[in-house]
């Protein structure tokens, strides 16, 4: 009963939230929205007791990633009016897609519910076990492959991003350590020694 | 499916060897370039075509002919996956040989460029060895953010820039529809690995409305990757965008990945309901094969006409697919690899005949190309033969298998079809002869290519005429993989 | 313990009610120490600051009128004087978001102290990820300097959020790596796990093993505090005062002084249980087990967190504020890398059973 009481709200606060995120008129308001889906969407999670899920969200998404779009939503200053002038123009279009979609979803869920059966009501964990070691024994196994492979989509990832941001510009006034720690005190300096100029 | 803890022994994982050869081999090769900077370039273009080579070693040493499943269902290891491989691993050896001198010119030969390479052919190798959708979706992506990046490597070039960005974003929604077919097959038969969904269709336990949804987006997807009409856009403009050598690459490999895409998706996922996608095809492969082959005359820059005619191709290979029996499936097996084979050379003789500051990409350049460099005209004329169909290449038997198998399932209108659109493509195939044989030269041509260069380029040449001669070989090794 | 009347009426609650407000109460409990603990921090923060730079430090506002304790109220009367202040919102600010952001820095830095284990009986929350709940807790603090930063509508403001983003990015992922090692060593996200894994006197404390990820989770830490010497979020010789340079009165008090300390408190706390065996004492198994000093007890934590909490005053009293460019290269380029390559050496040693993981 409690339960379900907080999965209404929670799940009201995130459709809510979601709303804001595309409705908002400040991009920094949008990412901010976005957050508070995040933690919702962690909250649900945490009430099916898959609190590694939530947690991981959280810390992931809300942690870091947002961060990042923050930051960036911040610097880029994004003029979020001048992008929805053709709002009007293409909103009948996207309304169609969208209403496509629902129909689909709705159509999936509604055949589910005839034609396949559900895998039924999942057992709760038993008393003791751990979510984390769950999943873990899970993923480092029956997923092990997926798992890898999603390593080396990042690291693609990292090596296109750097690869393709990174370069030496000229002018660039930016310190380089290992030149600094090896240069010599004789090219930089020139001891002088001059007789004083008078005679005391 | 056994979900407690256990060990991976090596035994466990030896069918994937090829692939784990070729991640450390890229992880390798990053380090060599980051610890030897620029000194290390030539070492690791070495490295990575000794990468390829070796996977190519493995690859054919735990090659098994029977079908080997690993990993939980995720991978699956059966001799057409060996074969698709191998190709792969030779399509990408050439391309970077080809491509050594273009990409020194232009200093675009960095590390990362082979390491991105490299990621690209462990994608390939992962679409073609999926045994889940779930490996088959990562494997895409692992190929396409390469390729993504290969596209804009060029970073002060603005077109390349902007043909990977559309690149991307239509790469992304490809990938959104694909991940939104397979969600949908999942939730109407509950298991991410092919053979599950396969027997899920033929026990009739899915049903048919959410199954045929689940298809037409998992057929948009596939169709987006391979670059059919009319999911075909950002196809011209990667091709005419990315640097020659990209181009090169995005246009061979990846075509084999596309084609063992469809296979695992189509016909042993939902071999099945045959009835429910093969309609699809066929409007995605008529159109395909009209809008290439009409828009393909109007261009004048010849990468971009290429990539047009790259869309024709994917039409006749679809073709072969939507048979949906085995003779159509080794047909387009046939096409594809005799495909790579000829765009490999095609656009090696482009790279060849390029140097710093010429691009050698519009179809003027080649005017007169016989006088100044007649063997290359020579490797050119056997290309354009090929890709025309024209006997006695091996284009022509790979047009002819397709549409015997198109023939077979009584498809005759599709099959007539693609006969008219063949000949109408041999018009801009030929031109291409016509204007380096019968031309006055307008721009001074170059050799300086390395001789092993031109020594493969050559045998890569004579390859499309001699499997034309003698198309048995090709086609008994088609057969076998595919039973 | 309790008069037998108030004994009946507790009996007769329901046993759900009853576990609630005991909960509550020890809420109460641990936030008004932690609240008293940063009152004296502060005071101590000055006190032993002017020491260092042979000054005294506060030493007029005294309790009772007893000598030795002059300067011991100081504290309270910075309270006093913050809260009675008015809290100023700048114009054209984002009101609601600049009213927010104190408290989602205060909220997660409170929040966090639920899962600490002050002794082997007591610990508000013993949750099984706690390791992860602590790390998800301390990367949200960030979120209320970015938009005090942006909601202040002030250049300099602004500035600060920017370079406050950048940093936590940064250290939080060599902070997460560190903390890779210590559940590799323990086996278990549970603090408590954690702690008992290191039983055994100190020479079996995490910190000899993962020395390196000892020295990185608290530069880590204090780049994670926005202490010095990475306060250019803050940097007053160089932006006023960063983010918080709009804010006046309790929205300072709330959003600067309050969570900073409470931060330095908790990392201190977390290193202690991480690192160097939480309420543990060192002198477990040298001595007989009945002696007090080789008991396990909140003691030992709570002094353990005293050698941290100088430590941090000793650095900023010692160090000259990093620049920008120099803090980046340092957690990306330095402290990064070595915890990932510490974190090999661990798999390696856990992998042949070496250390403490041999069987």
Same mark, same amino acid.
């Given at each position: 009963?409690?339960?379900?009481?907080?999965?209404?709200?929670?799940?009201?606060?995130?459709?809510?939230?979601?709303?804001?995120v595309i409705?908002?008129?400040?991009?920094?308001h949008?990412v901010?929205?976005?957050?508070?889906?995040?933690?919702?969407?962690?909250?649900?999670?945490?009430?099916?007791?898959?609190e590694?899920?939530?947690?991981?969200?959280?810390?992931?998404?809300?942690?870091?990633?947002?961060?990042?779009?923050?930051?960036?939503?911040?610097?880029?200053?994004?003029?979020?009016?001048?992008?929805?002038?053709?709002?009007?123009?293409?909103?009948?279009?996207?309304?169609?897609?969208?209403?496509?979609?629902?129909?689909?979803?709705?159509?999936?869920?509604?055949?589910?519910?005839? +034609?396949?059966?559900?895998?039924?009501?999942?057992?709760?964990?038993?008393?003791?076990?751990?979510?984390?070691?769950?999943?873990?024994?899970?993923?480092?196994?029956?997923?092990?492959?997926?798992?890898?492979?999603? =390593?080396?989509?990042?690291?693609?990832?990292?090596?296109?991003?750097?690869?393709?941001?990174?370069?030496?510009?000229?002018g660039?006034? #930016?310190?380089?350590?290992?030149?600094?720690?090896?240069?010599?005190?004789?090219?930089?300096?020139?001891?002088?020694?001059?007789?004083?100029?008078?005679?005391? | 499916?056994?979900?407690?803890?256990?060990?991976?022994?090596? =035994?466990?994982v030896?069918p994937?060897?090829?692939?784990?050869?070729?991640?450390?081999?890229?992880?390798v090769?990053?380090?060599?370039?980051?610890?030897?900077?620029?000194r290390?370039?030539?070492?690791?273009?070495?490295?990575?075509?000794?990468?390829?080579?070796?996977?190519?070693?493995?690859?054919?040493?735990?090659?098994?002919?029977?079908?080997?499943?690993?990993?939980?269902?995720?991978?699956?290891?059966?001799?057409?996956?060996?074969?698709?491989?191998?190709?792969?691993?030779?399509?990408?050896?050439l391309?970077?040989?080809?491509?050594?001198?273009?990409?020194?010119?232009?200093?675009?030969?960095?590390?990362?460029?082979?390491?991105?390479?490299?990621?690209?052919?462990?994608?390939?190798?992962?679409?073609?060895?999926?045994?889940?959708?779930?490996?088959?979706?990562?494997?895409?992506e692992?190929?396409?953010?390469?390729?993504?990046?290969?596209?804009?490597?060029?970073?002060?070039?603005?077109?390349?820039a902007?043909?990977?960005?559309k690149?991307?974003?239509?790469?992304?929604?490809?990938?959104?529809?694909?991940?939104?077919?397979?969600?949908?097959?999942?939730g109407?038969?509950?298991?991410?690995?092919?053979? %599950?969904?396969a027997?899920?269709v033929?026990?009739?336990?899915?049903?048919?409305?959410?199954?045929?949804?689940?298809?037409?987006?998992?057929?948009?997807?596939?169709?987006?990757?391979?670059?059919?009409?009319?999911?075909?856009?950002?196809?011209?403009?990667?091709?005419?965008?990315?640097?020659?050598?990209v181009?090169?690459?995005?246009?061979?490999?990846?075509?084999?990945?596309?084609?063992?895409?469809?296979?695992?998706?189509?016909?042993?996922?939902?071999?099945?309901?045959?009835?429910?996608?093969?309609?699809?095809?066929?409007?995605?492969?008529?159109?395909?094969?009209?809008v290439?082959?009409?828009?393909?005359?109007?261009?004048?820059?010849?990468?971009?006409?290429?990539?047009?005619?790259?869309?024709?191709?994917?039409?006749?290979?679809?073709?072969?697919?939507?048979?949906?029996?085995?003779?159509?499936?080794?047909?387009?097996?046939?096409?594809?690899?005799?495909?790579?084979?000829m765009?490999?050379?095609?656009?090696?003789?482009?790279?060849?005949?390029?140097?710093?500051?010429?691009?050698?990409?519009?179809?003027?350049?080649y005017?007169g190309?016989?006088?100044?460099?007649?063997?290359?005209?020579?490797v050119?004329?056997?290309?354009?033969?090929?890709?025309?169909?024209?006997?006695?290449?091996?284009?022509?038997?790979?047009?002819?298998?397709?549409?015997?198998?198109?023939?077979?399932?009584?498809?005759?209108?599709l099959?007539?079809?693609?006969?008219?659109?063949?000949?109408?493509?041999?018009?801009?195939?030929?031109?291409?002869?016509?204007?380096?044989?019968?031309?006055?030269?307008?721009?001074?041509?170059?050799?300086?290519?390395?001789?092993?260069?031109?020594?493969?380029?050559?045998?890569?040449?004579?390859?499309?005429?001699?499997? +034309?001669?003698?198309?048995?070989?090709?086609?008994?090794?088609?057969?076998?993989?595919l039973? | 313990?309790?008069?037998d009347?108030?004994a009946?009426?507790?009996?007769?609650?329901?046993?759900?009610?009853?576990?609630?407000?005991?909960?509550?109460?020890q809420?109460? %409990?641990?936030?008004?120490?932690?609240?008293?603990?940063?009152?004296?921090?502060?005071?101590?923060?000055?006190?032993?600051?002017?020491?260092?730079?042979?000054?005294?430090?506060?030493?007029?506002?005294?309790?009772?009128?007893?000598?030795?304790?002059?300067?011991?109220?100081?504290?309270?009367?910075?309270?006093?004087?913050?809260?009675?202040?008015?809290?100023i919102?700048?114009?054209?600010?984002?009101?609601?978001?600049?009213?927010?952001?104190p408290?989602?820095?205060?909220?997660? =830095?409170?929040?966090?102290?639920a899962?600490?284990p002050?002794?082997?009986?007591?610990?508000?929350?013993?949750?099984?990820?706690?390791?992860?709940?602590?790390?998800?807790?301390?990367?949200?603090?960030?979120?209320?300097?970015?938009?005090?930063?942006? #909601?202040?509508?002030?250049?300099? =403001?602004?500035?600060?959020?920017?370079?406050?983003?950048?940093?936590?990015?940064?250290?939080?992922?060599?902070? +997460?790596?560190?903390?890779?090692?210590?559940?590799?060593?323990?086996?278990?996200?549970?603090?408590?796990a954690?702690?008992?894994?290191?039983?055994?006197?100190?020479?079996?404390?995490?910190?000899?093993?993962?020395?390196?990820?000892?020295?990185?989770?608290?530069?880590?830490?204090l780049?994670?505090?926005?202490?010095?010497?990475f306060?250019?979020?803050?940097g007053?010789?160089?932006?006023?005062?960063?983010?918080?340079?709009?804010?006046?009165?309790?929205?300072?008090?709330?959003?600067?002084?309050?969570?900073e300390?409470?931060?330095?408190?908790?990392?201190?706390?977390?290193?202690?249980?991480?690192?160097?065996?939480?309420?543990?004492?060192?002198?477990? +198994?040298?001595?007989?087990?009945?002696?007090?000093?080789?008991?396990?007890?909140?003691?030992?934590?709570?002094?353990?967190i005293?050698?941290?909490?100088?430590?941090?005053?000793?650095?900023?009293?010692?160090?000259?504020?990093?620049?920008?460019?120099?803090?980046?290269?340092?957690?990306?380029?330095?402290?990064?890398?070595?915890?990932?390559?510490?974190?090999?050496?661990?798999?390696?040693?856990?992998?042949?059973?070496?250390?403490?993981?041999?069987?």
């Open positions: 009963m409690l339960v379900a009481i907080l999965f209404w709200a929670f799940s009201a606060v995130l459709v809510g939230a979601a709303l804001g409705l908002a008129r400040n991009a920094v949008s901010l929205f976005l957050v508070l889906c995040f933690f919702n969407a962690a909250v649900l999670w945490l009430l099916i007791e898959a590694f899920l939530a947690i991981v969200l959280v810390l992931v998404y809300v942690g870091a990633v947002m961060v990042l779009f923050l930051f960036v939503v911040m610097m880029l200053d994004v003029d979020i009016e001048a992008l929805r002038e053709g709002f009007a123009r293409n909103a009948p279009l996207g309304a169609l897609i969208a209403l496509i979609v629902v129909v689909e979803l709705a159509y999936v869920l509604w055949v589910r519910r005839l +034609g396949v059966e559900l895998p039924g009501e999942t057992a709760p964990l038993a008393q003791g076990a751990s979510n984390t070691a769950e999943i873990g024994a899970v993923l480092y196994t029956q997923y092990a492959y997926p798992f890898q492979l999603a =390593a080396m989509v990042l690291l693609i990832a990292i090596v296109a991003a750097i690869s393709l941001t990174m370069r030496r510009r000229p660039l006034k #930016a310190q380089d350590v290992s030149r600094q720690v090896s240069v010599d005190p004789a090219e930089r300096v020139r001891l002088v020694s001059m007789p004083p100029e008078r005679e005391p | 499916m056994d979900v407690m803890p256990m060990i991976l022994t090596m =035994a466990d030896m994937a060897a090829a692939e784990i050869f070729v991640a450390a081999a890229a992880c090769l990053l380090l060599v370039d980051a610890l030897g900077g620029g290390a370039r030539g070492l690791a273009f070495v490295l990575a075509i000794a990468a390829l080579a070796g996977a190519a070693w493995v690859s054919s040493t735990v090659g098994t002919d029977g079908r080997t499943v690993i990993l939980w269902g995720h991978f699956v290891a059966d001799p057409m996956g060996t074969v698709l491989k191998l190709f792969s691993y030779g399509a990408a050896a391309t970077l040989l080809y491509s050594r001198e273009y990409l020194e010119r232009r200093d675009l030969l960095k590390g990362e460029y082979l390491v991105l390479a490299l990621c690209a052919v462990l994608g390939i190798q992962v679409i073609v060895s999926a045994g889940s959708f779930l490996s088959l979706y990562l494997g895409i692992i190929m396409s953010l390469s390729l993504y990046a290969m596209v804009a490597f060029d970073r002060d070039d603005g077109v390349a902007e043909s990977a960005m690149y991307f974003v239509l790469g992304a929604i490809a990938s959104g529809a694909l991940l939104y077919g397979i969600s949908i097959l999942y109407v038969t509950g298991t991410f690995l092919i053979d %599950g969904v027997f899920a033929a026990q009739g336990r899915a049903p048919d409305i959410g199954l045929l949804l689940g298809i037409a987006f998992i057929v948009v997807g596939v169709a987006f990757k391979f670059g059919a009409v009319p999911f075909h856009m950002w196809l011209p403009d990667v091709y005419h965008g990315a640097p020659t050598p181009t090169l690459f995005v246009g061979s490999a990846p075509k084999i990945a596309s084609f063992a895409l469809a296979m695992r998706v189509l016909a042993e996922g939902l071999g099945g309901a045959l009835d429910a996608w093969q309609d699809m095809l066929v409007v995605l492969a008529a159109l395909s094969m009209a290439g082959n009409l828009v393909a005359i109007a261009q004048t820059n010849i990468k971009r006409m290429l990539a047009y005619s790259t869309i024709s191709h994917v039409g006749f290979i679809l073709l072969g697919i939507l048979a949906g029996n085995a003779a159509g499936y080794r047909a387009a097996l046939f096409y594809t690899l005799t495909y790579v084979i765009t490999t050379a095609a656009f090696g003789v482009v790279l060849w005949y390029s140097r710093k500051g010429f691009e050698a990409d519009a179809l003027d350049d005017k190309l016989n006088r100044r460099h007649p063997w290359f005209a020579f050119m004329l056997l290309v354009m033969f090929g890709l025309a169909g024209v006997p006695p290449t091996v284009g022509f038997w790979a047009k002819l298998q397709v549409i015997a198998a198109v023939l077979d399932v009584r498809l005759t209108w099959a007539a079809f693609a006969v008219l659109m063949s000949v109408i493509g041999a018009y801009y195939y030929l031109r291409v002869v016509k204007l380096m044989y019968f031309d006055e030269p307008v721009t001074a041509g170059q050799d300086e290519s390395r001789f092993a260069v031109r020594l493969v380029l050559s045998l890569n040449g004579l390859a499309i005429l001699a499997l +034309g001669l003698f198309p048995g070989y090709l086609l008994r090794l088609c057969e076998q993989v039973r | 313990m309790m008069p009347f108030l009946e009426r507790w009996a007769l609650l329901a046993p759900d009610l009853q576990s609630l407000i005991i909960v509550t109460l809420i109460v %409990g641990v936030l008004l120490a932690v609240v008293v603990a940063v009152a004296m921090l502060t005071l101590a923060e000055r006190k032993v600051i002017g020491y260092m730079q042979l000054r005294r430090g506060p030493n007029r506002i005294e309790i009772f009128g007893l000598p030795f304790l002059r300067g011991l109220a100081q504290p309270f009367a910075d309270v006093i004087k913050l809260l009675l202040k008015e809290i919102v700048p114009g054209h600010a984002s009101r609601f978001l600049f009213l927010l952001a408290l989602i820095v205060l909220v997660p =830095a409170l929040a966090t102290w899962v600490i002050f002794s082997p009986e007591f610990v508000l929350a013993d949750v099984d990820a706690g390791l992860l709940y602590v790390l998800a807790l301390t990367s949200l603090g960030v979120y209320g300097v970015i938009l005090a930063g942006w #909601a202040s509508n002030s250049k300099y =403001a602004f500035l600060g959020a920017m370079r406050s983003a950048a940093q936590m990015v940064a250290y939080e992922i060599a902070m +997460g790596f560190a903390l890779v090692g210590v559940l590799m060593a323990a086996g278990s996200l549970n603090l408590g954690i702690v008992r894994a290191q039983e055994g006197g100190f020479a079996s404390w995490n910190v000899w093993w993962l020395f390196p990820l000892f020295l990185v989770y608290f530069v880590s830490g780049a994670e505090t926005n202490r010095a010497p306060d250019v979020a803050e007053e010789s160089e932006i006023v005062a960063g983010f918080h340079v709009e804010y006046s009165g309790a929205a300072f008090a709330t959003l600067f002084v309050l969570p300390y409470a931060n330095m408190i908790l990392i201190s706390a977390l290193t202690s249980v991480l690192f160097f065996g939480g309420w543990l004492s060192p002198f477990q +198994g040298y001595a007989a087990d009945a002696a007090w000093y080789s008991a396990p007890s909140f003691f030992w934590l709570f002094l353990k005293g050698c941290f909490l100088f430590v941090f005053l000793w650095v900023r009293a010692t160090f000259p504020r990093y620049r920008y460019d120099q803090i980046m290269r340092l957690g990306w380029k330095v402290l990064i890398p070595i915890t990932l390559l510490w974190i090999a050496v661990e798999s390696v040693l856990a992998w042949r059973g070496i250390g403490p993981w041999a069987a």
